[in-house]
Structures are given as structure tokens and as C-alpha cells.
């Protein structure tokens, strides 16, 4: 499996200094991602997560790192929120977005992403009359426009409804098994557990865990020999792993909590 | 950055009222301001109560002037409405069926002849502040008028009586009355009666009498002229410093496209800007793609420029507010006579104008996170910049003016003002200036919006 993708020592830091509320929203991140891999990043709120699929997508700069694309095409986005023109239609989107990454043959890439997508019935309905869920298929159909071999879903099925969410992931693996690399960020673990090849687990802007689900659900007692796993493990783990190594589960000096027996975090996040 | 104002385009077409308002808008705003200084302003209308005796005169000299030379010459100057009583007056103003009211006392005329008392006239008005300050003005101005023309009838009788004494002849209005000598033919007179007399004190005497007459001759007629002076005492003769007066029809003209312009300007740009962040496409627009190793962590190659964005955004705005502006030049051109020789300078004044108008706008859209905001802020902004821009030097105390002045400066709707004016009227001495201060302006307000997009999430 090709590296597509490497993550070094990333660091992002908003504002000025710290008596002025400066936060530290990511701290030494590294990781690299292989073309077909599908990678979860998970963990609570505030832990980095958007902010580290919006350096992956250049949409911020790093304060200390770098990505480092392996291949040319840059990466598709596909923010949480979808970034699209209300007033024109699905197919004047795609085709605009077309034209501004140069493709060669924009009108081409449109009927394709139509298909692909399974909106060639809506293509000439204004984006503002869409639902929820169309909405979010030509968020993800603009960043799959060019082709990219790299894509960053920032919580791609927080508001699509159970039908919507499974054709999404249908979607998606498709794309995965054509050697695309997806690395989406989620609140929801079971989906991670269903569809990630890894998970990469952020808290207070460190990396603490990257590895597969399995190992993840190995490091608590839901993953234990003799235990029957279920659906809600994998949460029920991470909510563990979080309370054991989180940075906030640790005292200043960086010494475990004592009373929750908690570890050091690790910033490799191996177990 | 084509495909992106291709789209604004489409986006500015499909929003219907938008786009009415933009067509809308200037025309009536031509329309309602040609017709309004096209026409000459109504005369006010004002109650006026005649209390004279009819037929009371003023006598000047042997001349009778009818007091009701006065009334007519009052009545000329508004839209008279002649009421009997002084109550009827009264409820005329009350009703607004008249701006004010006249009331004529009686013995006008009396008073008038004895040089002792000054003859007075009532004036009655209501409303509030306004309706009264222009009530007063507009009455103050009728009766300045009226007084006017009749003094003038009483300088031409007391001329025609100085006249009579001087050559002699028959008083009008002295019927019957014998031909008068005149001073100018008495020392004729004397001087043949005094060659005839033997007596050399009858000769002096005579001489003295010559002398006086010639004295009195000459200051007769330094009288008539001095007349004509204290009719109208001090003339003005008005001398502007630098360039070409501008009629206020036309400087009115150059307000009404200038503040349709800041409008149309500050409204598109600030709105195209904040609806790129509105619609969350801002960071797809200007995020880095296609990096490579050699850019690592360096992101670049994006879909549009911060840059090339605010160009596009500036250009729009600035674009359709120029067609509009001309058009409404165009439009106005229609009622009021403008100088289409001067054509070019509009078109420069108009460009550059828009350009730093649209730049302000963009500045304004960088700093919103929405439409509505954006719309906000920009009308906020922009009429107290009006508002200033036309404060007079002298209505404010004078540190105050210069702050009014430092703030005039650094934004761009007085120095378009003055460039429009320069170009379509020749006003100031100079557009090359105006025009320097407008691009300086764009430059600054386009930096504050590249720096106002410096995060865009």
C-alpha cells in the first residue's frame, strides 16, 4: 500500500499569546495514510479533529509540522457544513467548481459526478431546495471533482438520516476500493468500527491512539478474551481509553491521575 | 476569476428583488430628482387680511400711492388667499390651507407718511420647527419683495418731485396747480433782474439768493441719486475663489449619483464578500490543492486568490454601479442641462469612484460572517459618511469641522463627490487631485479586506 499522504509533528496554535487565550488545538500529530485506506479520527469535542482535516485540506496553515502530499491531486473536502451555492442548481456547482480546477473536460466530470453520485434527476434543481441529504452528496460530489486520491470528511453523516448514512458509506467504500484514501472525523463510533480500516484517536489536540478498531477494543476489558462484543463496545472502550490516558485525565507535570490509575498519554497512541 | 463573476452574475440575476431594487432604485431616484429641480418652487401659499381703508393712499410729494399698490405687489410674490378677518386668518393657518398669514393693519398708510413710526404687518405661521423655518423664510422672502417694489414706486415719485423742483414744471397730482420755477433757471433769472438793478446792495443781496439757489440745485441732485442708494444699499458682486461656480440643480445631481453610487457600491461588495462566507464556500474558493512535496505545509495553488476574490468582488460592484451611475446622469441630463462635452471626465470620475466605493465595500464584506451583517454594517457605515460629507465648513464649530474633515478624508464618498462634481461641473480646481485621493483609497481599502480574509474559517 502507497503512502499517499504524510503527517509530521503537525501543530496548530490559535492566537496570540497565552495570556490572551491562545489555545493549543493540535500538538505533535504524525501519521501517514495509504491509498485505499479508510481512516476514522475520533474523540470528544475540542480534541482537534477539524482542525486537523482542515490542515490536511489546506484550508489553515499549520503553526509547526507538515502534511506532505506523496502524489499530485491534492485532497477532495468535504467540510461539515456543506460549502455549496444555494442559488444555483446541482450541475451549475459541480460545473463551476469544474472549471475552477481546470479539468479538461468539465461537462464530462459533471455527468460523471451526477452518476456517481444519483442526483442526474436533480441536476437542475437550485441546491437551495435540496434536502439534508442531497445537500451532502454534492458537498462530497464537489470534492470528488477533480479526483483527488485524498479524501477529508469532516463529519460527513452528522445530519443524514439512517438510509441517507448507509448510501453515503456505499459511496464512500466504492471510492475506497478504487484506491482513494478517506479520512473522516466522526462522533459516531460504530461507524468507525463499521467502516474504518484504522482509527486515529485525538484528545486536547494529541494524538493518543492510531491503530486499527480491533486493537482499540483490545485495550479494554469489552475486548478481553471471553467477553462478547457487541455494537456499543468500541465506544464503551474509547470512553475508557479517553478517561485512562487523556491529557486531561493527568496532572500537570504529565504523571498519571492516581485515583483513576490512569497512564501517561502516549503521543504515538500505540498500545 | 471569470467562471467566479459568471457566477455572481447568475446569483445577482436569479435574486429578483435584488435586482429590482438595483434598477428600480436609481431610476426613481433620477426621475424624482430631475422633475424636483426641473421645477421652480411652488409659491406659498399664504392668507392674506387687507384691514386698509380702501382707497388709502400714501402721499409722496404731489403723488398718491394706493395702498393697495402694496397689497398687489404682496399678492404677486405667493398664492394669495384673501380672507376678510384676522380669525378667519388665523383658522386658514391652523387647517395648513395656508402656510401663514398676512394681516394689513389699518392706518398702514398714515403710518407710512409720518416718518416717525415704522409701518408694521403681522405675520402669522404654525408647524413645527421646519414647517415654521420655512413658513418664515419664504414669507420674509415675499415681503422682502414686496417691499422692494414698493419702494421702488415711492423712489420714482420722489424722484419725479426732486425732478420738478429742479427744472420746474407741473407737480402730477397737483391738480391745478401753477408751473412751478425750477432751481436750475433762477440764476438766469436773477442774473438779468440783478443787471438792472442800481443799487449795489440790492445786486449782493440778489447774488446771495443766485448762490443759494445753486447750491440748493446741486444737492437736489446728489438727493435723487443718494435715493436711488438707499433703496438698495450694499450690491453684492460675488467673486469664487477657484474654478466654475456650480448651480445647486447641478451639485444636487452630483449628490444623488454619488449616493446612489456609495449605495449600490458598498451593498454588492460587501454582500458578494459575505455571501461566499454566508454560504461557507469562502474556504473551499481559497484553499490550497495540488501541493506536493515540494509545498509541504505550505498550502497554495488555490481554486481563486485572496486576492483575485476581492478583484472579482470590487469589479462587480464597481461595474454596476458605474452603468448605473451614468445611466442616472444620463437620466437626469434629460431635465436638467449638463455639459456632455465633458463626457470623458465623467466616465474617469465615475470609474475611479466606483472602484474605491466598491473597495470599501469589500472591507466591510471581509469583516461580516453574513449577508445581513454584511448589509448592516455597510449602511452604518455609509450614510453618516453622506451626512458629513455635505456638512458645511461654517454650520460646525471649527474643531469639530476638522475632525467631520479627517473622517471625510479617509473614506472614499467625499473625494468621489468632489471628483464628480469636478468632472460634470468644473467645480474644483483641479480632478487630477480628487481622482489620486480616490485610487489611494481603493489601495487602502483593498488591503483592509485581504487582511480582513486572512483566516477564513
Redesign the interface.
Known amino acids: 500500500m502507497s503512502t499517499v499522504l504524510s503527517v509530521s509533528a503537525l501543530a496548530k496554535r490559535y492566537g496570540g499569546s497565552r495570556s490572551r487565550g491562545a489555545r493549543q488545538a493540535l500538538q505533535d500529530v504524525s501519521f501517514r495514510l495509504g491509498a485505499g485506506e479508510l481512516v476514522a479520527v475520533v474523540g470528544p469535542n475540542g480534541a482537534g479533529k477539524t482542525t486537523l482535516l482542515s490542515i490536511i485540506a489546506a484550508v489553515q496553515t499549520p503553526s509547526g509540522g507538515s502534511v506532505v502530499w506523496e502524489q499530485a491531486g491534492g485532497v477532495g473536502w468535504v467540510p461539515q457544513t456543506p460549502a455549496l451555492y444555494s442559488r444555483l442548481t446541482v450541475a451549475e456547482n459541480l460545473e463551476l467548481f469544474a472549471r475552477l480546477e481546470r479539468l479538461r473536460e468539465p461537462r464530462a466530470a459533471v455527468a460523471r459526478m451526477l452518476a456517481q453520485t444519483g442526483l442526474a434527476h436533480r441536476a437542475g434543481d437550485l441546491v437551495g431546495r435540496l434536502s439534508g441529504g442531497n445537500r451532502q452528496r454534492v458537498n462530497v460530489a464537489l470534492a470528488l471533482i477533480a479526483d483527488p486520491p485524498v479524501l477529508a470528511l469532516d463529519e460527513p453523516s452528522a445530519a443524514l438520516d439512517p438510509s441517507q448514512r448507509e448510501r453515503l458509506w456505499e459511496f464512500i467504500a466504492a471510492r475506497v476500493a478504487a484506491d482513494t484514501a478517506v479520512l473522516f472525523s466522526t462522533h459516531n463510533v460504530s461507524e468507525a468500527q463499521r467502516y474504518a480500516s484504522r482509527v486515529l484517536v485525538l484528545d486536547e489536540g494529541r494524538l493518543l491512539f492510531d491503530g486499527s478498531p480491533a486493537a482499540l477494543l483490545a485495550s479494554s476489558p469489552e475486548g478481553e478474551p471471553g467477553h462478547e462484543r457487541g455494537a456499543g463496545d468500541l465506544e464503551r472502550a474509547l470512553v475508557r481509553f479517553l478517561r485512562e490516558r487523556s491529557p486531561r485525565s493527568t496532572a500537570p507535570d504529565g504523571r498519571a491521575d492516581a485515583r483513576r490509575g490512569g497512564a501517561r498519554a502516549h503521543p504515538e497512541g500505540t498500545l | 476569476m471569470s467562471?467566479?463573476l459568471r457566477?455572481d452574475l447568475?446569483?445577482l440575476g436569479?435574486?429578483r428583488l435584488l435586482l429590482t431594487l438595483l434598477i428600480v432604485y436609481p431610476v426613481v431616484i433620477a426621475l424624482l430628482l430631475g422633475f424636483a429641480i426641473s421645477r421652480s418652487p411652488a409659491r406659498p401659499r399664504v392668507a392674506i387680511v387687507d384691514e386698509s381703508a380702501p382707497g388709502e393712499t400714501l402721499q409722496v410729494g404731489g403723488q398718491h400711492l394706493p395702498v393697495s399698490r402694496y397689497v398687489h405687489e404682496l399678492f404677486s410674490q405667493v398664492q394669495s388667499l384673501a380672507v376678510p378677518t384676522r380669525a378667519q386668518a388665523v383658522e386658514k393657518v391652523d387647517s395648513g390651507a395656508a402656510l401663514a398669514a398676512v394681516i394689513l393693519p389699518p392706518g398702514l398708510a398714515a403710518r407710512l407718511s409720518s416718518n416717525e413710526n415704522q409701518a408694521q404687518l403681522e405675520v402669522l405661521y404654525n408647524g413645527n420647527a421646519l414647517q415654521q423655518s420655512i413658513a418664515r423664510t419664504a414669507i420674509e422672502a415675499a415681503l422682502a419683495q414686496a417691499n422692494l417694489g414698493f419702494s421702488a414706486q415711492i423712489q420714482g415719485a420722489a424722484r419725479e418731485v426732486i425732478g420738478t423742483l429742479l427744472t420746474g414744471g407741473r407737480l402730477s397730482g397737483f391738480a391745478g396747480s401753477e408751473e412751478l420755477l425750477g432751481l436750475e433757471r433762477i440764476p438766469t433769472m436773477l442774473g438779468a433782474i440783478a443787471a438792472r438793478q442800481p443799487r449795489a446792495s440790492d445786486r449782493r443781496s440778489l447774488e446771495r439768493i443766485d448762490a443759494f439757489a445753486g447750491f440748493a440745485a446741486q444737492n437736489l441732485t446728489l438727493a435723487s441719486r443718494v435715493l436711488a442708494t438707499i433703496g438698495q444699499p450694499i450690491r453684492v458682486d460675488s467673486v469664487l475663489l477657484h474654478g466654475r461656480r456650480t448651480p445647486l440643480d447641478d451639485f444636487a445631481v452630483v449628490v444623488a449619483v454619488s449616493l446612489s453610487m456609495m449605495l449600490l457600491c458598498v451593498l454588492l461588495a460587501a454582500g458578494g464578500v459575505a455571501l461566499e462566507r454566508e454560504?461557507?464556500?469562502l474556504?473551499?474558493?481559497?484553499?490550497?490543492?495540488?501541493?506536493?512535496?515540494s509545498?509541504?505545509?505550505?498550502?497554495g495553488?488555490a481554486?481563486?486568490t485572496r486576492e483575485g476574490l476581492l478583484a472579482e468582488k470590487t469589479l462587480l460592484a464597481a461595474a454596476s454601479a458605474f452603468v448605473v451611475a451614468f445611466a442616472m446622469l444620463a437620466g437626469i441630463g434629460a431635465f436638467v442641462a449638463l455639459d456632455w462635452s465633458r463626457v470623458a471626465l465623467w466616465l474617469g470620475a465615475l470609474a475611479l469612484s466606483a472602484l474605491a466605493l466598491s473597495a470599501l465595500g469589500v472591507a466591510i464584506g471581509a469583516l461580516a460572517r453574513e449577508v445581513r451583517a454584511a448589509s448592516l454594517l455597510a449602511l452604518l457605515a455609509t450614510l453618516p459618511l453622506a451626512f458629513l460629507a455635505l456638512v458645511p465648513s461654517a454650520s460646525v464649530a471649527g474643531g469639530f469641522y476638522d475632525v467631520i474633515e479627517a473622517v471625510s478624508f479617509v473614506f472614499p464618498f467625499k473625494a468621489a463627490l468632489e471628483a464628480l462634481d469636478t468632472a460634470v461641473n468644473g467645480a474644483t480646481p483641479a480632478i487630477g487631485l480628487s481622482l489620486a485621493h480616490l485610487a489611494v483609497l481603493t489601495v487602502v481599502f483593498a488591503a483592509l479586506a485581504r487582511l480582513g480574509l486572512r483566516?477564513?474559517?
Open positions: 467562471w467566479l457566477k447568475m446569483i436569479r435574486s454560504e461557507h464556500t474556504a473551499r474558493l481559497l484553499r490550497g490543492r495540488r501541493v506536493d512535496r509545498g509541504a505545509g505550505a498550502p495553488g481554486l481563486i483566516e477564513v474559517e
